[in-house]
């Protein structure tokens, strides 16, 4: 845990589970441009929510990074060590791994902009509850306005960073947001560690 996360910054801290990691360093910038560049080749759709498709509640587009393919082996072995070694020293939840591909989201400045209102990630396929959600920032924060990620926890906001490359890390049942893109395009990668309902 201290050698993936020497360098962050705990910014809140609650047993009540009120707590968000992050940092810049797990991703070095060769590899973040890798991700990059193979998330801009994928299809994308419409970005949509569980039972409502409404662009009130979202709107933008998205494209999923296949688990099966082996080009992305070392991508999901990377953030599921540090998710791991974050629940064991912090929430201890009931993990089983990852049950989703991870979801590459663009959001844009186009008709009043792209955002996702409040919302939860627990929700999940394949019977199982997501449990720890996990943010990475592929877009330099030079290249778009607006965008922020906003999360909220016992009645207190606090706001991701835009730094490239940052990862943030919390459970998913912390509500969060993202702003609409008032100028330029914002990408980010969003995966979910999954385990068994919580009881």
């Known amino acids: 845990m201290e050698r993936i996360f020497q360098n962050t910054k705990q910014v809140a801290e609650n047993r009540q589970f009120c707590t968000f ?16 560049e193979g998330c801009d080749n994928l299809d994308t759709s419409e970005a949509t929510t569980f039972g409502d498709s409404g662009k009130d509640i979202r709107k933008g587009r ?17 953030l ?9 020293a912090h929430w ?6 990852f049950w989703e591909s991870a979801q590459y989201a663009t959001y ?7 955002h996702y209102d409040y919302h939860l ?3 999940g396929d394949y019977g199982v509850q997501r449990k720890v959600s996990i943010v990475v920032q592929l877009s330099d924060p030079s290249e778009y306005e607006g965008g922020e990620l906003e999360l909220k ?5 606090f706001t991701a960073s835009k730094e490239l490359g940052s990862v943030l ?4 049942f912390i509500l969060h947001k993202v702003h609409p893109v008032t100028k330029g395009k914002r990408n980010s990668l969003v995966l979910w560690v999954s385990g068994l309902p919580f009881r």
């Open 80 to 88: 599921a060590s540090v998710a791991f070694q974050a629940n064991t």
């Open 153 to 157: 926890c016992r009645g207190e906001s």
């Open 21 to 36: 990691y992050g940092g810049n360093e797990i991703f070095s910038k060769k590899e973040i441009k890798e991700i990059k």
């Open 92 to 97: 201890q939840f009931d993990l089983t791994g």
């Open 169 to 172: 890390l919390f459970p998913s």
């Open 108 to 114: 844009t400045d186009a008709d009043g902009g792209d």
């Open 121 to 123: 990630d627990l929700d």
């Open 62 to 78: 998205v494209a999923w990074i296949p688990r099966s393919d082996a080009q992305n082996h070392w991508l999901y072995q990377k």
